[in-house]
């Protein structure tokens, strides 16, 4: 799977937008961009994953660039119980293909 | 529909205890990881296993450690004479049989806290 980088942290204002950058400049044509955090002391939870659209649901945003080389996710309305570590992950969609963290962005809404 | 169950969810274990922690998949899901995260590190993966079969341990110390997924009932994380130093979170995630495209991926439990004292 292809290698992401992400800022380490960023802080948030309460209420406004969080936009959380991801670089994945050798990512493959068959891989997807997933996105995933893990608040405090929990499991990692899904949050969105996409290919070269945009995608939303109704936890965030997801915009890939066209060259599918970087990716922004988008928590539109930030709150507090968004504080956690947020992961960009690109893998192949393949049964059993395991997902590989990095260190993530570790954010931070304050208010 | 249950999501991945582990337990349980604090372990206390003195050194050179045996620590066995359960993961029972979602329903429908025959794939099952592990991943340990120590305290103030990331995610590592640790093991891969499907139905009585270990498909990928390239993440599990070398010694006193071992997974199994029997046919019937949950997955097994093993650790024998524990050390301090096997302290730490760990995670079981599940994933379906078919891929294919809009799958979520991965889905999580809460996880174990080993603490050996």
């Known amino acids: 799977d292809a290698k992401t980088t992400q800022p380490p942290s960023m802080d948030c204002a309460e209420g406004r937008a969080a936009n959380l950058p991801c670089n994945h400049s050798t990512i493959s044509g068959n891989e997807y961009v997933y996105w995933y955090r893990q608040i405090h002391s929990q499991g990692p939870q899904y949050i969105i994953h996409?290919?070269?659209n945009n995608e939303t649901n109704e936890m965030a945003s997801l915009i890939i660039t066209e060259d599918r080389k970087s990716s922004t996710l988008i928590l539109p309305h930030a709150t507090l119980r968004d504080t956690a570590v947020y992961y960009c992950?690109?893998?192949?969609?393949?049964?059993?293909?395991?997902?590989?963290f990095g260190g993530g962005t570790r954010v931070l809404v304050k208010p | 529909n249950a999501g991945v169950m582990q337990n349980p969810r604090h372990l206390v274990r003195r050194r050179g205890q045996e620590a066995r922690l359960r993961c029972s998949p979602m329903k429908g899901h025959s794939h099952v990881y592990w991943y340990r995260q120590l305290p103030e590190e990331g995610l590592k993966f640790m093991v891969y296993l499907q139905k009585e079969n270990i498909i990928d341990e390239s993440g599990m110390p070398k010694e006193r450690f071992s997974a199994e997924f029997p046919k019937e009932g949950p997955s097994i994380l093993r650790i024998q004479q524990v050390v301090r130093g096997d302290s730490a979170a760990y995670f079981c995630?599940?994933?379906?049989?078919?891929?294919?495209?809009?799958?979520?991926?991965?889905?999580f439990g809460s996880g174990t806290r080993l603490t050996v004292v």
């Open positions: 995630a599940s994933s379906p049989d078919q891929a294919g495209q809009g799958n979520y991926g991965y889905t």
């Open positions: 996409g290919l070269k």
């Open positions: 992950i690109v893998r192949v969609v393949a049964a059993g293909n395991k997902l590989t």
